[in-house]
Each structure stands twice: as C-alpha cells, then as structure tokens.
C-alpha cells in the first residue's frame, strides 16, 4: 500500500538525461548536463500520478559524469542520508550520467544506510533527440522509488533493475548499455509496475559517512589510483605513484588475479612501504576466487573502479 503522503525527492546531477544538441538527430555531438532537473520532469507526463505523493525536486549538481568528483559525492551522500533519515520522504531519484553511475551507485550503497530506495537513472540520448530514453527511464525510476518494500541502492534504465554491485556500463551507445553480467538484474519495471526476480540490496552499514560529515566540502580524499595488469606491463607507472605519495592501489589484474611480474614486484615494494593495495580482475563476469597465501589482497565481486572506492572509503574512515 503506498502512503500518499509521503514525497520522493529526485535530485539532479547532469548527465546525458539533461543533454542538449543542436540538431534533433544527433545523439552523440550533444553536451551533457544542460537541462535543470525541474524541466526534466516537467516534461515527462504521468510522472506525477505514478509518484503517489509529492515530487521535489534539487539540483545538486550539473556535470558530464567523467567529470564526477569526491565533493559532489560527498554533497550527493549527505543529500540522500537527511532524506532517508527523513520519515516524510520515501524515496530518492537522481539522474545522472550513464558514463560513471555504476561507481556513484556502489559509493552511495557503500556509505547509506539506505532502509529506503535510492534509485539512479540516466539517459544514452541527448534530451533534444528525436526519440529520447530519459523520460521512460524517469518514469521507470519513479516507479521503482514509489514502489512498496523497495530499499537500497539501484540503478534503473531500460526497463531493467541493477543492484549497485554488479551493474556495468557495458555499451558505448545502445540505449541499454548496462549488465549485471551473471548475476543479471534485480528485476524489471513494466508499464508502471516492478517485477523483482532477486530481492532488494541489503542495506549497507554507511562506511565512511561520519567522516564525510565532519569534513570540509573541500577536504581532500584519499589519493588512490588504478593500475592495469597487461602484456608488457612495468612497474614504473607503480613507483612513480609510490614517489608521488599515493596511498593506495587498486590493480586491475588478468584473469583470477594474476599479475604480470613486473607489476607485482613494483606492487609488492609498495606495500612494504604503507602502500596499501587492492586486486581486482579485468574479466566483466564472475568474481575472483580466493588464492590462499597471495600476499595481495583481493576485492571479490568487485569491478576495479569499485575496489577504488572501497579503498578510499577504508582509508577514509
Ligand atoms: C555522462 O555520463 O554524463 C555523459 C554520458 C551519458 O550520460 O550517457
């Protein structure tokens, strides 16, 4: 049964979904992040009535999401926790760009306490173009965020939806760019209605919020960088970091873990030095199984760019 009273409050970061071009046509040559939130949704009818209550709407960014930064995480994080804390909200939308939401989706689920859905949608065509994905897509995340018992952190677009642990961009331009890879999607949005086939997220322990809170918006993170495992590979880009002052690494390694030696020698000499570092597997599918001994920790079921987001939220905390 759905409370009425209760709003869903949709907060806008940019991205494709707010894109414009100069021509109807074109969904690659547009710029991202042009259209406030407020006109969005303006312009999707029915969205009200499917929300159930009142929609509200706050910009609280307008960026391409390759530009993506720590702050507007942070300002993104502490948004979302008064609305979850908030009992006259009962939901969260925020539209974002399709090209990093996977990691805003795995850093909010990492840092929420989110016993209320918290729904990222997106867009791979411009707003002006002849046959736009965002307004559906809005429409679907309204749903999802309305919906009876939904809580978590997902990612809703193209009538599917991702937890934010296995979702992937996985498309340059399809209008359904994303994969759950084996673990598929949490289910569907069909013409207003969910259709979960796995359960909802389990709610996370909101790791590194506290210290979000009593930081400045300014406050530099963690310095963490990603190397790649690849044929060829060195260790210097490695010591070159470690010199530099990096605090931690995530590797991108082959298969189930495996580094080329190279690389594993420049990471094994950052670690004697306080570096921390942190194996992830290049393959999109599975997760690396545990090799005992390694003398490098392993981030199962995480893709590289989340192993570097649960790095610096270790190391932030
Ligand atoms: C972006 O990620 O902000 C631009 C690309 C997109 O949304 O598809």
Redesign the pocket.
């Known amino acids: 049964m759905q409370v009425s009273a209760q709003k869903i409050v949709v907060l806008g970061t ?4 707010a ?1 414009t071009a100069a021509q109807a046509g074109d969904n690659i040559g547009y710029t ?2 042009q259209v406030g939130v407020g006109e969005l949704l303006a312009a999707v009818p029915g969205l009200q009535a499917l929300a159930g209550g009142p929609l509200v709407v706050e910009q609280v960014a307008q ?5 993506m930064e720590h702050g507007v995480w942070r300002a993104l994080a502490l948004r979302c926790a008064e609305c979850l804390a908030d009992p006259a909200v009962r939901g969260v939308v925020i539209t ?6 996977e990691e805003t989706a795995w850093f909010l689920h990492s840092v929420l306490d989110a016993t209320k859905p918290v729904v990222l949608t ?3 065509r411009p707003s002006t173009a002849l046959v736009p994905d965002g307004p559906q897509n809005l429409l679907d995340a309204v749903a999802v965020a309305a919906s009876t018992g939904a809580q978590g952190v997902v990612v809703v677009a193209a009538g599917a939806i991702h937890g934010a642990q296995r979702v992937q ?1 996985v498309h340059p331009y399809r209008v359904d ?1 994303f994969s759950s890879g084996d673990a598929g999607p949490l289910g569907w949005v069909e013409e207003g209605a969910v259709r979960l086939v796995q359960g909802w997220p389990a709610v996370s322990q909101g790791k590194g919020l506290a210290a979000m809170q009593n930081q400045t918006a300014d406050a530099p993170w963690p310095w963490v960088e990603l190397v790649v495992s690849h044929a060829g590979a060195s260790g210097r880009a490695v010591d070159a970091l470690v010199r530099d002052g990096v605090q931690g690494l995530v590797v991108a390694c082959t298969g189930n873990g495996t580094l080329h030696h190279a690389l594993e020698a420049a990471l094994l000499r950052a670690q004697a030095v306080g570096v921390r570092v942190v194996r992830a597997t290049r393959c999109p599918e599975g997760q690396l199984l545990p090799t005992p001994g390694n003398a490098l920790v392993a981030a199962p079921g995480l893709s590289p760019v989340k192993a570097r987001i649960s790095l610096v939220l270790d190391l932030l905390g």
């Open positions: 940019g991205g494709t979904i894109g991202a992040a960026i391409d999401s390759k530009d974002h760009g399709t090209d990093t939401i997106c867009a791979m961009k760019p």
